[in-house]
């Protein structure tokens, strides 16, 4: 059974900074691509960021490029997120996503539990 | 970017009736759309990909059905565990966007 367990999240304030975490079982790790999904709570899924199984190519919604960097571990079937210059519009549940495919971005097979986000001073 | 518009934003529906769920793209996406269903305190789960593809474990009163830019999700015989949201989504082009979801409640 795939399991997505994430982690990291938590409060922090304006400008700040957030790693977040997912450690993953169940499946061929470096056979999917993976992402982070974000959700304010009582709206909509947004997705944020992708990658690649070998981490040759990264994507970001535009809300979060420059600020925000995926990367993952294929050796510890981890992936995760560095969150930087973080604003108050950041705040949402951020799930760790896996793709049905390994080398493009297409669906979302599998979704963690979620971590909490919460920027706020 | 491509936008995903669902509607209606709420349906009604009675246990046993058949729902019908709409989803538009802003721009042709061929067949690359997936459906997702998320509970109150709960992940999404994926449904249906390809457009039409339900995913495995998937209940065949689900369909989905469409391409280019309509695409209509489809729940013959609500049951009971079947109210909740329902996303659309699309993989045509980056960013990968959903849309607004529907929400299927009891009427």
């Known amino acids: 059974e795939v399991h997505l367990e994430n982690s990291g999240g938590g409060l922090v304030q304006p400008g700040g900074s957030l790693r977040l975490s997912c450690v993953a079982s169940?499946?061929?790790?470096?056979?999917?691509?993976l992402h982070w999904v974000r959700q304010v709570p009582g709206k909509g899924l947004q997705w944020v960021a992708g990658?690649?199984?070998?981490?040759?190519?990264?994507g970001y919604a535009d809300s979060v490029k420059g600020r925000f960097s995926i990367s993952r571990d294929n050796a510890n079937n981890s992936l995760h997120l560095q969150m930087n210059s973080l604003a108050s519009e950041d705040t949402a549940l951020y799930y760790c996503?896996?793709?049905?495919?390994?080398?493009?971005?297409?669906?979302?097979?599998?979704w963690g539990q979620g971590t909490l986000v919460t920027v706020s001073s | 970017d491509i936008v995903m518009t669902q509607s209606p934003a709420t349906l009604s529906v009675s246990p046993g009736e058949r729902a019908t769920l709409s989803c538009r793209a802003s721009?042709?996406?061929?067949?690359?759309l997936a459906w997702y269903q998320q509970k109150p305190g709960q992940a999404p789960r994926l449904l249906i990909s390809g457009a039409s593809t339900r995913a495995t474990g998937v209940p065949a009163r689900f369909r989905g059905s469409g391409s280019g830019t309509e695409f209509t999700l489809s729940i013959s015989s609500l049951q009971s565990e079947d109210f909740a949201i329902y996303y659309c989504?699309?993989?045509?082009?980056?960013?990968?966007?959903f849309g607004g979801g529907t929400k299927v409640e009891i009427k």
């Open positions: 990658i690649t199984w070998n981490g040759g190519v990264e």
């Open positions: 721009q042709t996406i061929s067949n690359f």
């Open positions: 989504q699309q993989y045509n082009n980056w960013p990968l966007t």
């Open positions: 169940g499946f061929t790790f470096d056979d999917h691509a």
């Open positions: 996503v896996k793709d049905r495919y390994a080398s493009d971005f297409k669906w979302f097979d599998s």
